[in-house]
Nanobody, 114 residues
Framework: QVQLMETGGGSVQPGESVTLSCTAS????????MAWYRRAPGSQRELVAA???????KYADSVKGRFTITGVPTQSTVNLQMDSVKPEDTAIYYC????????WGQGIQVTVSS
């Protein structure tokens, strides 16, 4: 009923930048919040950043000052600008959207390595 399409990602070197984008399609195209989560190898999935319909944002401490989330949840789009990436940012990144239900993207790999 709702599909979250993630684009971007790939392999980058430490200190470089990468952008992730997510667009929703389907029966629901307006959300209360959209966010990016990630799961690093051997770790649990964690919240990276979220943006709410009122424009407010939330970030994990580990990415504050380096990552920027933008988008319009009520228009079903969210982006994550990742600057000054570190090897510990290597993970599968998942787009998440919530209205009365929750939806997840399939995930997109970001690898930071020299």
């Amino acid at each position: 009923q709702v599909q979250l399409m993630e684009t971007g990602g790939g392999s980058v070197q430490p200190g470089e930048s990468v952008t992730l984008s997510c667009t929703a399609s389907g029966k629901i195209t307006s959300f209360v919040v959209m966010a990016w989560y990630r799961r690093a190898p051997g770790s649990q999935r964690e919240l990276v950043a979220a943006i709410y319909a009122n424009g407010s944002t939330k970030y994990a401490d580990s990415v504050k000052g380096r990552f920027t989330i933008t988008g319009v949840p009520t228009q079903s789009t969210v982006n994550l600008q990742m600057d000054s990436v570190k090897p510990e940012d290597t993970a599968i990144y998942y787009c998440h959207a919530r209205s009365g239900w929750e939806f997840w993207g399939q995930g997109i790999q970001v690898t930071v390595s020299s």
